[in-house]
């Protein structure tokens, strides 16, 4: 990866704010369930430890921190009116499991960083609300099987009734909150009102390879892609692999590669459309049997909600046809159909005139991953900064950023939250 580009010199750009905010990722990083990969799961004594660690940077930054009633750490500065909606810079603090250093972390180190700058310079430049930064303690949703936790109580998106989910080892969300010294009874204490908050800001590395591709540092994020998630059934009928003619078969798996190609070519054909199938079982699963059925997965994703219905249905179309020709039966299910979530046109603006002044030009990127700005958005306008990420990789302990690509993080970060408070 190369480093900034040498004709701009970034505003604000802070040589210590950079190695501090990539030392602290790997302060965290150490704090693992165990030694050999990196894994820290909502509601664990990694969790707390994490916990203690960000409240002891947020107050070196000036900030009053605590730990909400949900295990989220909020960090926070009045500023001169204190009623007034707070600014939020965040991001989450749990990993997956055998995790790479940046996935969360970086944006949470990156919020704390420019909260400090900006403190600093309150002097000259009043906070006229306040400022927040928050440490989602639950994004991932590794150990319960959840998605956006942390950020889903604070927002209403959860509530008291996901509490009874099991983790693997039948552990409830109730029992393991009580076992940490939370009180189930009080999660509602978590939740913040419409009005609290006027504008979300949160930096995560891309997860993907376009930024590296295009030679860029930071993107802005447009929209987190809508999602659907199905599980799609082949039947067709079981034989002999030596005794049932090519043309008399009614062979699952089969269709199922012909299916899979066609959804493949119709993701490619839409534009802003990625479609998935990563799994799929055949029985009954021997090699000298006609596969009788099948089993496989699809995820299928887009900014644009009309373009992802569109898509689902030209694949459902597909399929059936498959089917008839092959004489087989697809059947679809469902299992969640997630609208996308559009950044504000206005903190975009905002994001962009930020990168423009780090790397000298923007570039818009729609996120299709999911991000704790899915929860946000049902309070206040979300806006995201992308980090270019080696290779694209993530959820990989092979996941990396440089020191250059931090600070300017942190100048975007900064410019943006600068911009939002002298808007007002
Ligand atoms: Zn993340």
Request: charged share 20%.
């Amino acid at each position: 990866m190369s480093a900034l580009p040498a004709s701009f010199s970034p505003v604000s750009f802070d040589r210590d704010a950079a190695t501090r905010i990539m030392r602290r990722c790997r302060e965290l990083r150490a704090i693992s369930a165990s030694p050999g990969a990196y894994t820290r799961l909502y509601l664990t004594d990694e969790h707390r430890r994490a916990a203690d660690l960000i409240s002891h940077w947020m107050r070196q930054a000036g900030l009053a921190a605590r730990m909400d009633a949900a295990g989220n750490v909020i960090g926070r500065i009045d500023g001169t009116d204190a009623t007034a909606p707070a600014l939020v810079l965040a991001s989450h603090l749990d990993t997956v499991r055998d995790a790479g250093t940046y996935d969360g972390q970086l944006g949470v180190v990156t919020a704390i960083e420019a909260a400090a700058a900006l403190i600093r310079r309150a002097d000259k430049e009043p906070l006229p609300f306040p400022l927040e930064v928050q440490a989602y303690a639950d994004e991932e949703g590794t150990r319960f099987h959840t998605m956006l936790l942390g950020s889903g109580f604070v927002t209403g998106l959860e509530d008291a009734s996901v509490l009874a989910k099991a983790d693997s080892e039948g552990v409830t969300i109730s029992e393991a909150m009580k076992g940490f010294g939370l009180t189930p009874e009080r999660i509602g204490d978590a939740r913040r009102q419409a009005g609290d908050f006027r504008a979300y800001i949160e930096v995560h590395i891309e997860q993907g390879p376009v930024l590296e591709a295009e030679g860029l540092p930071l993107g802005t994020v447009t929209a987190i892609a809508g999602q659907i998630r199905a599980v799609v059934r082949v039947r067709g009928m079981a034989g002999h692999a030596g005794t049932v003619p090519m043309a008399m078969r009614r062979d699952a798996l089969a269709a199922s590669a012909e299916a899979i190609l066609a959804i493949e070519a119709v993701a490619k054909a839409g534009a802003d459309l990625v479609a998935t199938v990563g799994e799929i079982q055949a029985g009954p699963g021997a090699s000298n049997v006609i596969a009788g059925e099948t089993r496989f997965t699809l995820d299928l994703r887009s900014g644009n909600g009309l373009a992802k219905a569109a898509a689902f249905e030209e694949i459902e179309r597909r399929l059936r046809e498959i089917g008839t020709a092959r004489r087989v039966v697809f059947e679809i299910e469902v299992g969640s159909n997630t609208g996308a979530t559009a950044c504000d046109p206005g903190l975009i603006e905002c994001i962009d005139e930020a990168c423009e002044a780090v790397q000298g030009r923007s570039l818009h990127l729609l996120s299709g991953a999911g991000h704790d700005a899915i929860a946000l958005a049902g309070l206040c306008p979300i806006g995201m900064i992308f980090v270019r990420c080696e290779g694209g990789i993530s959820h990989n302990p092979a996941e990396n950023i440089t020191e250059a690509d931090a600070g300017a993080a942190f100048a975007a970060l900064l410019h943006a939250a600068q911009t939002v408070i002298r808007r007002g």
